[in-house]
């Protein structure tokens, strides 16, 4: 109309930017509906899911280590993130854009990248806890995975994102809230620098710590092959050398042997073996009882402070292949706590972090593409939906391959406490 001038509004405003810049607009009701659903699905799953994980760790004293106080770091960022996602739910189903106050959308991006950032610092946290438990001494791994440095080390991976999450909007680079584009919450994709913001959130997080966890399990592959290709040498060095099945040799490192201790060999046993002490050279028969399957049963004259550790022997002329040989060491003795801790446990319980490991880059990964490459702009919100499943498959991870956190977490489902290995005094006492 003549003599009038129209005021485009904010939506207009988006609308034109798209059409002049041909940039794509998530418009598809009906996927945008599907994608609502599963995140539905999402949120459900994982705010169970991780809520167990930091229930079974904070019950259960036999789980608490630095490794799965890690972990917990992780299940907390997952939590935070699946929280969000029913305000995600909610920007993808409104027609006519954010219906609620524009901060709530701003509050909910920044916490949505700041949990993504803290998980992706995290996983390189437990990475490098890993590979330092493997490759170094007790003493050293105790020194530096204190209380203090902990918590130092849970503060970092939280502030290091959320410094690069919430710095540049301040300073006018990017704006987080609503995305007319995708209709979610995430950052708003009308402003011409939006893609800046993201590329540094992206090099400054995501590809260098993708790099060093890459890295750090490299060194953890070549260190592991590199022992077990030593111990087999070494098996095959003394295999000449051992004795026969009649009799099983131990090795003791403690001094507490007392040195009157009579020598008996009254009762009928399978085996038999003398133990010497270090420091002087007197010995002493230990009574171990076996089964028929090799399996000890019973341990005579066992001296304090030591406990028994079952390693494989192959003996020459055995019919068995693998015959379980019995060692003495003494709890916390020097020898022990400056040999690094590689045993099959350790190993075992890294491998299983690395599929977690790589079950966040399979999620990630796919996103990432989308977003650099222009041409995949409608893959975006199903990529983004991808990365959301690694928010509730941690925890599936860890119930499907630890048995120990499977153990607590059934308990807790079945509110059966009593069932929870080493339980805390203070439940333990209400329960």
């Not at 791994?141 to 909007?169: D, E, G, H």
Request: hydrophobic share 40%; charged share 15%; net charge positive.
């Amino acid at each position: 109309m003549e003599g009038h001038t129209i005021i485009p509004t904010t939506m207009d405003i988006s609308t034109i930017r798209s059409s002049d810049t041909d940039l794509f607009v998530f418009e598809d009701y009906n996927q945008r509906i599907a994608i609502a659903t599963i995140l539905c699905i999402v949120f459900l799953v994982g705010s169970i899911g991780n809520t167990l994980v930091i229930a079974a760790v904070v019950l259960s004293r036999k789980l608490r280590s630095s490794t799965n106080w890690l972990v917990v770091n992780l299940g907390c960022s997952d939590l935070l993130t699946c929280l969000c996602l029913p305000f995600n739910v909610v920007a993808m189903l409104s027609r006519d854009g954010w219906p609620l106050p524009g901060w709530i959308c701003a509050a909910n991006s920044a916490v949505t990248w700041i949990c993504l950032g803290a998980s992706v610092m995290t996983l390189a946290l437990i990475a490098f806890n890993r590979w330092y438990l493997l490759t170094k001494s007790s003493i050293h791994f105790q020194k530096l995975y204190t209380t203090r440095n902990i918590c130092f080390m849970v503060l970092s991976a939280w502030l290091y994102p959320a410094l690069l999450v919430l710095v540049p909007p301040f300073a006018g680079l990017g704006r987080l809230g609503y995305s007319h584009e995708y209709k979610v919450c995430s950052q708003d994709t009308s402003i011409p620098n939006s893609d800046l913001y993201s590329l540094i959130a992206g090099v400054s997080i995501i590809l260098p710590v993708f790099i060093v966890v890459v890295f750090i399990y490299v060194l953890i592959y070549l260190f592991v092959s590199r022992q077990s290709k030593k111990m087999n040498q070494l098996k095959k060095a003394e295999a000449p050398q051992r004795r026969g099945n009649d009799n099983v040799n131990f090795n003791i490192s403690s001094s507490e042997v007392p040195s009157n201790e009579p020598s008996t060999s009254e009762e009928t046993i399978t085996q038999s073996c003398l133990t010497s002490n270090l420091h002087t050279s007197q010995t002493t028969e230990t009574k171990i009882t076996l089964n028929e399957e090799g399996k000890f049963t019973a341990i005579e004259n066992l001296p304090k402070n030591t406990f028994l550790e079952v390693s494989e022997n192959e003996s020459s002329g055995s019919t068995k292949a693998n015959q379980k040989r019995p060692r003495f060491f003494k709890k916390n003795s020097p020898n022990n706590k400056a040999k690094p801790h590689l045993n099959k446990y350790n190993v075992t319980v890294t491998k299983r972090l690395a599929i977690v490991v790589l079950a966040f880059f399979i999620c990630l990964l796919p996103f990432g593409v989308s977003v650099v490459v222009p041409p995949s702009d409608p893959g975006v919100p199903w990529t983004g939906l991808m990365l959301t499943f690694n928010s509730c498959v941690n925890p599936l991870i860890y119930a499907r391959t630890m048995p120990e956190f499977r153990k607590v977490m059934l308990a807790i489902i079945r509110c059966r406490l009593k069932d929870i290995p080493e339980l805390i005094a203070s439940v333990r006492r209400f329960r």
